[in-house]
């Protein structure tokens, strides 16, 4: 019986082997803590990942707000918000600090010269402010974090809301000392930051929180003067680097083929392929064929969404004066009569006869009327702002278009506006910067004592005419970029939005209605009309009163804060809800 | 003990000897010549001193093949036979045997049957006559060996070659006639001469053996929750896959079909929830872990289900969950070549029709949601109402399209009336089987062979897609010598398949097209405006709408193929009589390669020359992708029984297991296709991407059993496994877990006599065991890994960068979950096994599950961290109960239930503020927590006079909405501080569990023709389905069905859904109202069968020809809403089909 033995010691013997380090194994494709942080590369790919968190292609942005009106109402602005329960139903996630924190607290294990590792230590802590300001606008206070939190950190974890002064002063850290390692807009690889987008962003949360101060009259530090001089330094250093203008947009860059008379030197600049060399970009976010694509060509003017009455009436006329005053003003009868002789601006974002709609093979179509559907946009102003005239350009995830992230622009009105804050607007601060803005659509230089629009919208309070110049300027200028229902929280001016025109849309006339198909207006089926001061208005909510309750806003009205979510408050005690939610 | 059998019961082994010689005797009829020549050649040599008859005919058995029948009561036993014989023929020592003892015997082939002459004087005093009877089975085949006694005595015969006995009998007398493997029959006498008696086969089969982990036992002698269901489950039946045949079949086997797509797996469960984190039963196939839906249904012999932590303990940290075991076919010693084929083909469409609203109904209700949600008039330009009314009244002579430049310079507007369920499905599909087996065996080695080939053929209308599946399998087993064994398996699994790629793959992950391969390809937004093809014959969408029909027929198609190759071998050693030991080291091989063609095509508008492609499937791509697993298992056990006195039955069995996987994956893509219909990676011109990963686990494990037996009466195991999973930090590697399990045989008392003849056999059993859960998530759950985007959505120096991202949170306690398991159950056997009844009651405790713990604030940022942080416990019980019977006119009949049911609870969680968002301790798990509703508001001053609704919706309601009852009185509709002191106006609805699940089998058989029928279904269960589909509207995109049709109007006040308003989400509302009974009963399968008459058959050759027709899902019973289906639960799933089978299944 040999083979019985060699057979049975075989098996013995292999048993033996085998148990050996059998589950002793280790992961084949992942970095772990042990396996990072050794080179400056791996602070470079860290901080690739918090890129997406900077401004992103839309046409939606201005949605809430008195410039644009849209499909469904609005529950913010009819004050019908109700109290969100979860975390991320109500934006209180903090995710994105936890990851900007993660690498601060770990890049220390990289040994390099501080100058190789700084500018990735700049990005994130850029990134981190950028986070923390979305938060300070929304919440006011908020619990500040400077580890990634870990589960038995529980006195952080558990801790009341910082004050907003407090957490303003580590942004503003945050952000001089990304001012100071970030490298110069020319030396920085193509889609990175740079000096200048962390001098606009710093210009920028300080003209936000300095005014928010000032309107509603909060003290502490930094004072309301002190940040709305911060703001001008860091414009005025944007300005003084001499690389920025305001450049007129090349009808070649976007295929566009304007009419006689009618250049779109405003709206180009939006449907630019490349905007890494256009002087008006501070900081591009880049979209390539073939590789990546956005979306703002299919929504452009066809989400629904249309520009407001009150929006419109806001463009001065081509004197420089306010339609109220000037003689220019050819009435609003008609769509076409309403944007003759006015803003050149005006024009170029609103759909109309005198901007093509589509180029095709050197052929220009124009829409007959503006869409006035639900599924259009339901105030009969299309805003085509970012809608280009080439048809590739408009399918589903096929724009290529960049997108500014920080566009020059917004540092002039950021120091014409601080400027007047602090009473230091001189005819020499408008010509550096409004005037530029109107040199390139061709508008009269505003002076430092414009006339007074008689029909000035109400923003609660009263300013100088030059100060509300200045507001006018920066809201036709920067329309659906985003930045409009922050000024109007910045400012206190709520009121704003008891103006029925904030939420109507064109006159309806029988001009209009001979102009599209019958049945669009009135009727059962039709588009319904609403008289308001003798004239009947396209009116997008006839569920709503044009003296909604909602539309009004107190003097410390809840809406200037967001409400906390109730799970959070729940879960933390030491959370308290925001006045008035 | 009075001892009523007359036969003694020799070791179970001869037993099943018999039964298997008894059975090959008669299927595979030898011939008289090759019986004969046995005898005759076999040489033995037989040396005994002063031993008993029995004694000396062990002898002989144990060195040859013969059999001895006889009756122990019969033959002179007391004599002592002293006996020397060398070389001779079994003849000659027959003879001696006689001379010493008086009895007598025949010999035919390896059979003897021994008679005595004292027999004839037995009982003579009484008035006795002799009887003469003939003993066969229901197929008229003589039963050889069978026992026949008078009943109340010890007197008896059994049956000789031919099936007949003769047997004094006194008056009035009544057989007791039984045969193992038969089910045992009471015969009257009176007034006969000459008595037939037919057995029926024992289909309860006390005596079978069943597969447990690492051996088999009898069914006897369980003492666990172990359920084995034949391979005959799933014949002729039109399955895709194992998993569909097994649903129901099983109780508490809980198997979810996913969808009905070609190619699509579905998922097994045993005893309801598991854990938290998931977890599912183990399955084996041939003891090593094989993806059950790759493998042959035909091809299975049976499968075991350890339901109980006791049965599957020996499987350790994968068994948590149970077991199944899935044998395979093996050939049969001394068997001639048997070719069985079988075949069917089928015919397939939605077992469920769903009709989205026509074009009227469709404008009406969007215009309806569009006021109702304080937008005003149309919702579309007026002209569109105005055509698509036309079309709609007259479609032969309108068109569903209609141009007008004022609108869009260069589209269509869309005014047709398109149903898109019929659209995008066709009325049927035919797919086919073909399964062709040879098996059979030599002295020394068995073989089994078989091909399988299935062919599945999808229901798409536009798109062309398919599953095949090939299978061959082969099964050697060898005796090299007495003591050694040697088997090996190959088996090779290979599958096919194509569906429309839908313009999704790696090359193009943003493109939500909402169709791919598995996935409904009845979207949400599908307007019945939309024709399917402008009236120019291109496809409609014009770059603004998806229409699947166009995506599936040119969009290009994925096509994968899997690779699946398993070797075996494995060696048994019997050294000596009671020990085996066995190795076995299993290879296996899977490949899976994925081709993705997302094609481009033009989406063509109305005026020429303005088409542009269709963007989510422009620039055209391929994406090749390549699995590349390595798995191989070796386990090396020794078993060793042993009888001590007759009465102490020992088995011990101990055993080292290991097993590794290795996966890989990575693809390469490239997008710019030179040719758009050859989807070539060397013929593309465009970026280039690619990405890969790799990973592994391990798992190794000592285990041992202990079974031991006395007198077949009070039963007990042991088992243990030391296991270790490389899935746990290196300190928190190894744990032990033990479970122990036992059983009384009741019914094998004295007492239960009296009993015994209604009520055959009970047992009662009861098993604890604990074992640890290895399943938890990813393969290193313990180490936190950093994400890494190999190409983020933003460009950094002209490229899509990497990217790193930061680690999730892992807790530092991380250790094993264990799941604890208290059995208890009986099995029962009644009225002559035609009655057999098994009930098991269980609860099993979940502990220290990985989950995400207590919540915590969201500063952290992160998602709380998986930590052993929550206990479960489930409970349930099944039963089933089974009835058989042949009638003596041969119509033979059974019906057979299973019913399960389970609840889950947690008993330990952190949660501090009783968040009902959350678990708690005491939450069923499945709890709907939800508002109650009263109706429908039928006025705006109901409204006015009711508690304010506003929290959940801040509009205005009004007449149509829907009415919330203010539970807690505070006059207000709102969930307070969503906790459970103050849920609010919250409370639970119901619950989602499935409870109840049940089967039901019912067939006969008789004259050739067989029948049966299988339904399958849940008893109870709520659910709240929500989504675009139930509602109607949800948002403007979305396209309702005909059931959404019946919302409130001031016309329809009894209507069941509110009034359409895609902005009112106050509207949809978790709520007793909608809250669904999805509860259902599904016939799944009927068949309808013919065998031909053997003797006709027999002439040409042929063994057995058996003809039918069958139908899956035929039939469905529910309340359900009639827009889902109650298995699914979704209708935006590829539907499941109902079949139409024909097939034969042929053996030669």
Request: net charge neutral; proline share 4%.
């Given at each position: 019986?040999?083979l ?13 082997i085998?148990?050996?380090?059998v ?11 042990a ?24 046409v ?5 707000s ?5 499909t ?5 602005l009819f004050?019908?918000?109700?109290i969100?329960?979860t975390?991320?139903?109500?934006g ?9 924190n993660?690498?601060?607290t ?12 700084n500018?990735?230590?700049a ?11 979305g938060?300070?606008k ?6 500040w ?6 589960t ?8 009341p809301?910082d004050?907003?002064?407090?957490v ?10 990304a001012?100071?390692?970030l ?5 920085a690889?193509?889609g ?5 987008a962390?001098?606009?962003q ?15 009259a909060?003290t502490g530090?930094?004072s309301a ?18 690389k ?9 860059g976007?295929g566009?083929?304007?009419f ?6 405003y ?7 490349d ?16 590789l ?7 929504q452009?003017g ?13 463009f001065?006329?081509?004197?420089g004066?306010p ?6 003003y ?27 709609y589509?180029?095709m ?9 503006a ?8 105030t009969?102003y ?29 540092v ?12 230091e ?5 408008l ?9 390139r ?5 505003l002076t430092?004592?414009?006339v ?8 609660g ?28 929280k910045?400012?206190?001016?709520g ?9 109507l ?8 209605i ?13 588009r ?8 009947s208005?396209?009116?997008?909510y006839?569920?709503?009163s ?25 879960l933390?005690?030491n959370?308290?809800q925001?006045?008035?939610? | 003990?009075?001892?009523k059998?007359?036969v003694?019961l020799p ?51 144990k060195?040859s ?11 002179n036993n ?24 008086g009895?007598?015997?025949?010999i035919k082939?390896?059979?003897i049957?021994l ?15 002799k ?12 039963i050889?060996g ?6 109340g005595?010890?007197t008896?015969?059994i ?15 009544t ?6 493997g038969y089910?045992?029959?009471?015969v ?7 008595i037939e008696?037919?057995?029926?086969e024992d ?27 034949s391979?005959?489950?799933?014949e ?13 079949v099983?109780p508490?086997?809980n ?6 797509a ?8 045993i005893?309801g ?11 084996l ?30 499987y ?30 089928y ?10 609203i026509?074009s ?17 008039g149309?919702?579309?330009n007026p ?7 036309k079309y ?20 269509y507007?869309?005014?047709g009336?398109?149903?898109?369920w ?6 049927s599909?035919?797919s ?11 002295e ?15 229901i ?18 060898s005796?090299?010598t ?5 088997s090996?398996?190959v088996?090779?699994?290979?599958t ?12 193009n ?15 949400n937004?599908l307007?019945p405006?939309?024709p399917?093809?402008?009236p120019?014959?291109n ?17 290009g ?19 000596f009589d009671?020990?085996t ?7 296996n091989?899977?490949?899976?390669g ?8 033009y ?9 542009g ?15 590349e ?5 070796f386990?090396?056990?020794?078993e ?8 102490h ?11 590794y ?6 693809y ?17 011109v ?7 990963n ?5 798992v ?7 079974n031991?037996d006395?007198k077949?009466?009070?039963?007990l195991?042991?088992?243990g496994r030391?296991?270790?999973s490389?899935?746990?930090p ?5 744990a032990?877990?033990?479970?122990l399990s036992a059983?009384w045989?009741?019914?094998e ?8 003849s209604?009520?055959?056999d ?8 604990s ?7 990813s393969?290193f759950?313990y180490?936190?890994t ?7 959505g ?9 990217s ?7 807790s ?22 035609r ?9 099993r405790?979940t502990k220290?599950m ?7 604030p969201?500063?952290?940022g ?15 019980f099944?039963v ?24 889950s ?41 009711s ?7 801040g ?18 509709i ?13 409370t ?13 089998t ?16 849940i ?6 389905v929500?989504g675009?589909?139930?509602?109607g509207?949800t ?8 059931e ?26 978790t ?21 031909f ?8 050759g042929?063994s ?6 069958s ?5 469905t ?10 298995e699914?639960?979704?209708n935006?799933t590829?539907?499941?089909?109902k ?5 034969l299944?042929?053996?030669?």
């Amino acid at each position: 019986m040999k083979l019985k033995n060699i057979i049975l010691s075989g098996l013995f013997v292999s048993v033996l082997i085998s148990c050996e380090g059998v589950t002793d194994i280790s992961p084949k494709d992942s970095l772990t803590d042990a396996s990072y942080w050794s080179k400056v590369e791996d602070l470079k790919l860290y901080a690739n990942n918090l890129y997406t968190n900077l401004s992103a292609p839309g046409v939606d942005k201005d949605n809430v707000s008195d410039n644009c009106i849209t499909t469904n109402y609005s529950s913010y602005l009819f004050n019908e918000t109700t109290i969100p329960s979860t975390a991320s139903e109500a934006g209180w996630t903090w995710g994105n600090i936890r990851n900007c924190n993660f690498f601060l607290t770990r890049y220390q294990k990289v040994q390099a010269a501080p100058s190789e590792v700084n500018p990735y230590v700049a990005e994130v802590r850029f990134f981190r402010a950028l986070d923390y300001f979305g938060k300070i606008k929304q919440f006011g206070d908020v619990p500040w974090y400077d580890k990634d939190l870990q589960t038995a950190d529980t006195d952080e974890l558990y801790k009341p809301r910082d004050t907003r002064d407090f957490v303003l002063g580590k942004i503003i850290e945050d952000l001089e000392f990304a001012i100071q390692w970030l490298p110069d807009a020319d030396k920085a690889e193509k889609g990175r930051l740079n000096k200048d987008a962390a001098r606009t962003q710093l210009a920028r949360v300080c003209l936000h929180e300095g005014t928010y101060k000032k309107y509603h009259a909060l003290t502490g530090t930094p004072s309301a003067n002190e940040l709305i001089k911060k703001a001008a330094d860091n414009a005025l250093a944007v300005m003084q680097t001499g690389k920025y203008e305001i450049v007129k947009g090349s009808d070649a860059g976007s295929g566009q083929l304007p009419f006689e008379g009618y250049p779109l030197y405003y709206s180009n600049q939006f449907v630019q392929e490349d905007l890494t060399t256009n002087k008006e970009c501070i900081l591009p976010r880049i979209y390539k064929e073939g590789l990546l694509y956005h979306q703002t060509g299919r929504q452009a003017g066809s989400s629904g969404t249309g520009l407001s009455k009150d929006f419109i009436e806001s463009f001065l006329c081509k004197d420089g004066n306010p339609i109220a005053v000037s003689p220019l003003y050819q009435g609003d009868n008609t769509l076409d009569k309403e944007i003759t002789n006015r803003d050149p601006r005006l024009y170029q974002v609103v759909d109309n006869l005198h901007k093509p709609y589509l180029v095709m093979n050197g052929v220009r179509q124009t829409n007959p009327y503006a869409n006035v559907d639900g599924s259009g946009a339901v105030t009969g102003y299309p805003c085509v702002k970012f809608k280009s005239p080439l048809q590739s350009q408009w399918e589903a995830n096929k724009t290529t278009y960049d997108w500014f992230v920080y566009r020059y622009a917004e540092v002039l009105l950021i120091y014409a506006e601080a400027k007047a804050e602090l009473n230091e607007c001189t005819q020499q601060v408008l010509d550096q910067t409004i005037n530029l803005l109107r040199d390139r659509v061709g508008m009269p230089h505003l002076t430092t004592s414009p006339v007074a629009d008689p029909q000035a919208v109400d923003y609660g309070y009263t300013i100088t005419p030059l100060l509300y110049e200045i507001r006018r300027e920066r809201r036709i200028e920067l329309i659906t970029e985003g930045f409009r229902l922050d000024d109007i929280k910045r400012w206190k001016a709520g009121k704003l939005f008891e103006n029925p025109k904030t939420f109507l849309g064109i006159v309806v006339t029988n001009e209009v209605i001979a102009n599209y198909p019958a049945g669009v207006f009135g009727g059962a089926s039709g588009r319904p009309v609403i008289e308001y001061q003798g004239k009947s208005y396209l009116r997008p909510y006839p569920g709503k009163s044009l003296s909604d309750a909602g539309r009004k806003w107190t003097a410390t009205d809840k809406r200037y804060l967001s409400p906390l979510p109730t799970d959070e408050i729940t879960l933390n005690s030491n959370l308290k809800q925001n006045p008035g939610w | 003990m009075n001892k009523k059998s007359i036969v003694t019961l020799p070791a179970l082994k001869r037993a099943i000897k018999v039964m298997k010689i008894t059975v090959l005797l008669l299927c595979v009829c030898l011939s008289q010549a090759i019986a004969s020549s046995y005898a005759q050649t076999t040489s033995l040599s037989v040396s005994a001193k002063n031993e008993t008859l029995e004694s000396i005919l062990k002898k002989i058995e144990k060195q040859s093949d013969f059999l001895f029948f006889y009756n122990l009561e019969e033959v002179n036993n007391r004599v002592k036979i002293s006996l020397s014989k060398k070389d001779c023929s079994i003849k000659e020592i027959m003879d001696a045997l006689s001379a010493s003892t008086g009895i007598t015997y025949t010999i035919k082939d390896r059979h003897i049957v021994l008679a005595s002459p004292l027999n004839e004087t037995a009982g003579t005093q009484q008035n006795t006559r002799k009887l003469k009877g003939k003993i066969t089975d229901t197929r008229g085949e003589s039963i050889i060996g069978a026992n026949v006694i008078l009943k109340g005595t010890n007197t008896g015969t059994i049956t000789d070659f031919d099936g007949n006995f003769t047997l004094d009998v006194p008056q009035g007398a009544t057989l007791l006639v039984s045969y193992i493997g038969y089910l045992s029959q009471e015969v009257g006498t009176a007034n006969k001469d000459m008595i037939e008696i037919k057995l029926r086969e024992d289909t309860q089969k006390l005596e079978e053996v069943v597969v447990v982990g690492y051996g088999t036992q009898r069914k006897a002698n369980l003492t666990g929750a172990v359920a084995q269901v034949s391979g005959d489950v799933l014949e002729s039946r039109p399955i895709a896959n194992l998993s569909q045949g097994l649903q129901g079949v099983v109780p508490n086997l809980n198997v979810s079909v996913n969808s009905g797509a070609p190619g699509q797996s579905s998922s097994f469960n045993i005893r309801g929830t598991t854990s938290l984190n998931g977890g599912g039963p183990l399955v084996l196939v041939n003891n090593v872990q094989m993806d059950p839906d790759l493998i042959n249904p035909e091809d299975i012999a049976s499968i075991s289900v350890l339901k109980d932590a006791a049965s599957a303990a020996i499987y350790g940290a994968r068994a948590a969950y149970g077991v199944i075991l899935i044998t395979t076919k093996n050939g049969t010693k001394e068997q001639k070549p048997q070719i069985s084929l079988s075949t069917n083909g089928y015919w397939q469409s939605p077992a469920k029709t769903i009709e989205t609203i026509n074009s009227m109904e469709y404008l009406n209700m969007i215009d309806l949601a569009y006021q109702n949600g304080g937008g005003s008039g149309h919702y579309y330009n007026p002209v569109i109402y105005e055509y698509a009314e036309k079309y709609f009244n007259d479609p032969a002579n309108n068109s569903p399209v209609y141009y007008d430049p004022s609108i869009d310079p260069n589209k269509y507007q869309y005014v047709g009336n398109t149903n898109w369920w019929d659209e995008i499905y066709k009325n049927s599909s035919f797919s086919q089987q073909y399964n062709l087996a040879v098996n059979g065996g030599s002295e020394n080695s068995t073989y089994y062979a078989s091909l399988g080939y299935n062919n599945i053929g999808g229901i798409l209308k536009h798109g062309d897609d398919k599953y095949q599946r090939f299978n061959a399998n082969l099964n050697l087993s060898s005796d090299i010598t007495k003591w050694l064994n040697f088997s090996g398996k190959v088996m090779y699994n290979y599958t096919k398949e194509q569906h429309p790629a839908g313009g999704t793959s790696a090359a193009n992950s943003t493109a939500y097209a909402g169709v791919s391969a598995y996935s409904g390809y009845l979207k949400n937004d599908l307007s019945p405006l939309m024709p399917v093809r402008h009236p120019d014959g291109n496809y409609a969408g014009q770059g603004s709408y998806t229409n699947p029909a166009a995506i599936q027929a040119q969009g290009g198609n994925t096509y994968g193929k899997k690779n699946d190759l398993w070797l075996t071998g494995a060696l048994r050693v019997t050294p000596f009589d009671g020990l085996t030991l066995n190795a076995d080291y299993t290879f296996n091989s899977y490949g899976q390669g994925i081709k993705t063609h997302v094609r481009r095509f033009y989406d063509y508008t109305a005026v020429a020359g303005t088409e542009g492609y269709y963007p989510w499937t422009n620039p055209n791509s391929v994406v090749m992708s390549d699995d590349e697993d390595y798995y191989t298992s070796f386990n090396a056990f020794a078993e060793y029984a042993k009888t001590i006195r007759e009465d102490h039955s020992f088995k011990i069995m101990g055993g080292y297991n290991q097993e590794y996987k290795h996966y890989k994956f990575f693809y390469s893509g490239r997008k710019g296709l030179i040719d758009n219909d050859n989807p070539a990676l060397n013929l593309a011109v465009g970026d280039r991407l690619m990405n890969a990963n790799e990973s592994h686990w391990s798992v190794n494990g000592f285990f041992m059993r202990l079974n031991y037996d006395y007198k077949h009466k009070y039963l007990l195991e042991v088992n243990g496994r030391y296991d270790g999973s490389s899935k746990f930090p290196k300190n928190d590697r190894y744990a032990f877990f033990p479970s122990l399990s036992a059983a009384w045989r009741i019914s094998e008392e004295g007492f239960w006599e009296p009993l015994k003849s209604g009520w055959n056999d009970l047992k009662i059993r009861a098993s604890y065991g604990s074992l640890g859960n290895q399943a938890v998530g990813s393969n290193f759950p313990y180490l936190p890994t950093y994400s890494i985007n190999t190409a983020m959505g933003y460009i950094l120096n002209g490229e899509t960068p990497v990217s790193v991202g930061s680690s999730g949170l892992v807790s530092p306690s991380f250790t094993w979950e264990t799941v604890n398991q208290v059995d208890l159950g009986f099995d029962a056997l009644f009225l002559n096994s035609r009655l057999a009844a098994s009930f098991d009651w269980y609860t099993r405790e979940t502990k220290d599950m990985l989950t995400a713990g207590q919540a915590l604030p969201a500063t952290l940022g992160a998602n709380v961290p998986t930590e052993n942080a929550a206990d479960l416990k489930t409970y349930g019980f099944e039963v089933s109960i089974g009835w058989t019977d042949q009638l003596s006119n041969g119509f033979k009949y059974w019906a057979k239930g299973v019913l399960s049911d389970y609840q889950s609870e947690i008993t330990r969680f952190t949660n501090p503020t009783g968040s009902i968002g959350q678990y708690y301790v005491g939450r069923k798990i499945g709890e709907i927590w939800g508002y109650r509703s009263n109706g429908l508001f039928q006025s705006d001053e109901e409204v006015a006079s009711s508690p304010k609704q506003t929290k959940l919706w801040g509009g205005s309601w009004g007449a149509g909405d829907v009415k919330y009852v203010d539970l807690n009185n505070n006059g207000e509709i709102e969930w307070g501080t969503n906790t459970l002191d103050n849920p609010g106006d919250k409370t639970i609805i119901g619950n989602s569990t499935p409870r109840y699940s049940f089967g039901i089998t019912a067939g006969f058989e008789y004259k050739g023709f067989d029948f049966e029928m299988f339904w399958q279904g849940i008893g109870k269960r709520d659910y709240m389905v929500g989504g675009v589909h139930f509602w109607g509207f949800t948002s403007q995109w979305d396209t309702p069905l005909k059931e959404s049709l019946d919302y409130w109007t001031p016309q329809n006040t009894g209507a069941y859904f509110p009034r359409p308003n895609w902005n009112n989400g106050g509207n949809r509302q978790t709520t007793d109202r909608y809250l669904q009974d999805a509860s259902y009963a599904r016939l799944k399968n009927v068949t309808l069968g013919y065998t031909f008459p053997k003797v006709w058959m027999n002439q040409i050759g042929i063994s057995k020809l058996r003809i039918y027709v069958s139908g899956e899902n035929l039939f469905t019973i529910t309340d359900m809403i009639d827009s889902f289906d109650p298995e699914t639960l979704s209708n935006m799933t590829y539907p499941i089909n109902k079949k139409l089978a024909v097939g034969l299944n042929l053996t030669f």
